[in-house]
Nanobody, 122 residues
Framework: QVQLVESGGGLVQAGGSLRLSCAAS????????MGWFRQAPGKEREFVAA????????YYADSVKGRFTISRDDAKNTVYLQMNSLKPEDTAVYYC???????????????WGQGTQVTVSS
């Protein structure tokens, strides 16, 4: 399997920024689409962002468009989520995910990280 480890979560004030990182190991990172999901208490897990295996295409949930940016660094086997203009409703556990196809990643990823907490104070 692919192992995914997130980092960079924490407590920030509304309007602030945070960058999450996800380090991958195991199978070849280059061949996988990567993405981020989040889950708030009492809410279902929701898709946040994804980047294709080539890095050429990115996808975002409507709620984060214009504020979040996903990117990948294949040399470091790492995917990032830059979060700007954070809102209290962004508070959630954020999970890194990987899959062989970008479309499938958005609904049922093959691999998951352990999650990292992001809390945005109002």
């Amino acid at each position: 399997q692919v192992q995914l480890v997130e980092s960079g979560g924490g407590l920030v004030q509304a309007g602030g920024s945070l960058r999450l990182s996800c380090a991958a190991s195991g199978r070849t990172f280059r061949a996988y689409a990567m993405g981020w999901f989040r889950q708030a208490p009492g809410k279902e897990r929701e898709f946040v962002a994804a980047v294709s295996w080539s890095g050429d295409n990115t996808y975002y949930a409507d709620s984060v468009k214009g504020r979040f940016t996903i990117s990948r660094d294949d040399a470091k086997n790492t995917v990032y989520l830059q979060m700007n203009s954070l809102k209290p409703e962004d508070t959630a556990v954020y999970y890194c995910a990987a899959d062989g196809r970008t479309a499938r990643l958005r609904v049922d990823p093959d691999y998951w990280g352990q999650g990292t907490q992001v809390t945005v104070s109002s």
